[in-house]
């Protein structure tokens, strides 16, 4: 009798892993759609107009004769939105918009001449990979390339009128890790590198 208890003890067991699946795939069959909304810091966009304005500081001090710096860089990081249409339980298509921006004062011969504001806006298609799946918790890779457009705006003070730019980069985002914890509403962290940041957190909703 009681090895018959323990024979059904472990066929239940090892239906578990099975059970699993089928429940987390019933979800995904249902809802196909995802949106989210999240916050990464560190983006990229900060990175490529600290070297803009490293170059634009340079032909500026070579032609005035002065040493023009930019100063007091502060960045806002990346406001992330995004949707992905799931084609099966594992992999998904989609979307990103990601807005970044920073302002910094404009320097020359130490004194300070005018300040400056750029926003970034980015279009990305994305992929997902989900490596890990279950009910509650989910692990993925996201990859994506598009295109960054930056809008600068430069405000001098001595009279000499303000300096509009428009400028395009191209954009990727390659994110190794993510976690997502929920069911049809989930948050998430995410680890990566590119122009929705070098980390990141936000909320899913599966619909």
């Known amino acids: 009798m009681m090895k018959k208890y323990i024979l059904v003890f472990i066929a239940n067991f090892l239906t578990i892993p099975l059970f699993s699946a089928s429940f987390a795939e019933s979800i995904y069959a249902d809802k196909r759609h995802e949106v989210s909304i999240s916050y990464g810091i560190l983006p990229i966009t900060g990175w490529m107009d600290t070297f803009t304005d490293l170059f634009s500081d340079a032909i500026t001090g070579a032609i005035e004769g002065a040493q023009t710096r930019s100063r007091n860089s502060t960045s806002w990081g990346a406001l992330n939105l995004m949707y992905n249409y799931r084609i099966n339980p594992r992999a998904a298509f989609g979307a990103i918009y990601s807005y970044s921006g920073m302002k910094e004062d404009i ?7 005018g300040k400056s504001r750029t926003s970034f806006h980015t279009i990305m298609p994305m992929f997902k990979f989900n490596w890990f799946n ?23 003070f001595t009279g000499v009128g303000d300096y509009h730019s428009k400028n395009a980069y191209l954009a990727w985002q390659v994110s190794p890790v993510g976690i997502e914890m929920g069911k049809s509403l989930a948050g998430f962290l ?9 980390f990141s957190a936000g909320l899913r909703y599966r619909f």
Do not use: A, C, H, W
């Not at 320097?107 to 001449?113: A, C, M, V, W």
């Open 190 to 198: 995410e680890l990566g590198f590119g122009t929705t940041g070098l």
């Open 134 to 156: 279950k009910p509650l918790v989910t692990m993925y890779t996201r990859i994506g390339i598009g295109l960054v457009l930056s809008f600068d705006k430069e405000e001098y």
């Open 107 to 113: 320097y020359s011969d130490n004194l300070q001449i």
